[in-house]
């Protein structure tokens, strides 16, 4: 069950793929993949992340600049429904909610999640997943403090909490508190979820194809992710939170989550997305290969910038 909550997460922020929602996504495409097993929920390709080291050297000197402002800050209310199922998921049905909040402080950003889902089951009790998770990011994307409960039908299943740091050389370590006292090495490279965020982002709207890089956002004791994201060409849609008939440009990305160990050739689990500019998906879908998870925008809202 804590693969559906995984996958809901990692969405959002990244969205933080390439914005906020990712990260919301990829939480809770964790938590399904947990729930149901790698061989279930996953048709075996990779996708925690979607950068690497080589991505930070395609970013211009616009890029870098974009990247310091790009994302909006919000919260968002997303509503899950199953978009499809083979009949060997033994799934015939999904149903659940993802509330998402992207906020800037005067020290850095701040995310909360949370996650709510149920699967039907051709046989057997639906299951219910949930999700609570919040973190902090310094400006610098130095460091960052995360928090995560999971919980499978109303029992705890998992219970993360840590801080992690990176150091001048880009390396790294995570430092875990909870569920036991234990660190984890970060590969060079490897990027917080606001960081890796605005540098997608920057990317997506510069035109660029993808963007690539390991990605650490604390909802998993595993470490971090290399994830790959690939980005489409606008579209114009409505503008979330607008009253009139004001459009944006959105873009189509999908990105891929790949374990570091073993070094797997496919992703755990993918999410695909439209995003427009500010890090704001319109959707996300989650997919484990046997069956896909949609999460669609309901409510939106701004937030404002803080008063230093």
Known sequence: MGGILRVIRRTGFFFMFVSPYQRAASAAARAIYLMFGRAQASARAPVAALIVALGLAQLDADDARAAETGITPHRGIYVLDLLQARSAS???????????????????????????????????????AALVFSSSETRDGRTMRFKMRQFADGVISEDLEGVAELMPDGTGVAHFGTPERRD???????????????????AMAAGKTNFE?????????????????????????????SKSNETERFWTNRAGYFALEPNDAEPMFEV??????GGVAAWFDLDYGSFVVRATLS??????????
Request: net charge negative; proline share 8%; hydrophobic share 40%.
């Open 272 to 277: 695909g997305s439209l995003v427009n500019a």
């Open 184 to 202: 984890f090495k970060l590969p060079a490279g490897t990027m917080f979820p606001s960081t890796y965020s605005q540098r997608a982002l920057a």
């Open 90 to 128: 033994g799934i015939v049905g999904a149903r659940g909610a993802v509330y998402f909040e992207w906020a800037e402080t005067c020290e850095g950003y701040q995310v909360n999640q949370h996650v709510r889902m149920q699967l039907a089951m051709a046989e057997g009790q639906p299951s219910v």
């Open 299 to 308: 409510e939106f809202e701004a937030l404002p910038e803080p008063r230093c």
């Open 213 to 241: 890089g390991f990605l650490f956002d604390g909802s998993s004791a595993d470490g971090a992710f290399h994830v790959s994201t690939f980005f489409g060409a606008p579209v114009e849609r409505p503008k979330p939170g």
